[in-house]
């Protein structure tokens, strides 16, 4: 027989406490900016746009996406941490 697994230690409770609400909008807001800017991003290869209309297109949905992940991966950390 197998030996025995405790199984408390698998599901302590966090240190960390709960999810804030800054953190639940703020992964909200990365989110939207994220796929947004590669939805506008897509925008910017239209055959309807002069080529300086698509590669302003183009870069405003970039740095949207940049922007989302900015967010996301260095912003809400830090104010967690505070």
């Known amino acids: 027989m197998a030996a ?8 302590a409770e966090s240190s960390r ?9 703020g992964f909200i807001i990365s989110f939207v900016l994220f796929f947004g800017g590669m ?5 910017g290869f239209g055959a309807e746009l002069s080529s300086e209309q698509g590669l302003i297109t183009y870069a405003g949905g970039l740095a949207a ?5 900015i967010v996301a ?9 505070k």
């Open 4 to 11: 025995k697994q405790n199984n408390d230690e698998l599901f």
């Open 17 to 25: 406490g709960a999810t804030s609400a800054l953190t639940f909008f």
């Open 39 to 43: 939805v506008v991003f897509s925008y």
């Open 65 to 69: 996406s940049f922007l989302g992940v």
């Open 73 to 81: 991966i260095g912003i809400i950390p830090a104010i967690e941490k």
